[in-house]
């Protein structure tokens, strides 16, 4: 009987390097986007908006400065280098105060640097010039729900997935305002 347990272990480790073989072949190609969980990803909207794109042979040197600030800003950004941003995107406004795209991307900066007061203020000065800024809902409504503000923050989720094509975050606000109206319930 000990024998019989001994070739089989054999048998079993294969099975289960196999089994685990497969598993890493199956979470290889299943895309990112479903495996990143709650990690941000800025690459919806931070770039530089499609009107500020011009060939450079015809951009001026405020806009050729706009956009090396915008993208010094949006890669520090990327790269979780929070703090480094601040300087290129306080450059990028002093440039073009009424830029939306900027005052989001410095929003979620600032939310990330638990600056909420100041997040709130750049989501909120971006909604005044773009009103139609769906990126400038989904950090408000992060921020009311920081501050246990959940029926602010179904407001403005729902405001979000109105406006927005983006369905990757759509499922994301969607599942927020699931979760916000759990809390309310509990609250009740």
Wanted: glycine share 4%; no cysteine.
């Amino acid at each position: 009987m000990a024998r019989k347990k001994l070739a089989s272990t054999p048998k079993v480790f294969l099975i289960a390097l196999l089994l685990i073989a497969v598993l890493g072949f199956g979470l290889s190609i299943v895309p990112n986007k479903f495996v990143e969980g709650h990690n941000r990803n800025f690459d919806n909207y931070a770039t530089t908006p499609s009107y500020q794109n011009k060939p450079s042979d015809t951009m001026t040197k405020k806009q050729l400065a706009l956009k090396e600030a915008f993208e010094n800003a949006t890669l520090l950004m990327r790269n979780n280098h929070y703090h480094q941003s601040l300087p290129f995107w306080h450059q990028v406004l002093k440039i073009d105060s009424k830029l939306p795209e900027a005052h989001v991307n410095l929003g979620f900066v600032m939310l990330e640097l638990n600056r909420l007061n100041e997040a709130k203020k750049s989501f909120e000065t971006a909604l005044r010039y773009r009103p139609q800024q769906a990126n400038g809902y989904f950090g408000l409504a992060e921020i009311y729900d920081r501050q246990n503000m959940h029926p602010e923050a179904i407001g403005a989720m729902r405001t979000f997935l109105h406006l927005s094509s983006n369905e990757a975050y759509k499922t994301k606000a969607r599942a927020a305002i699931w979760e916000w109206q759990e809390k309310l319930k509990e609250n009740q």
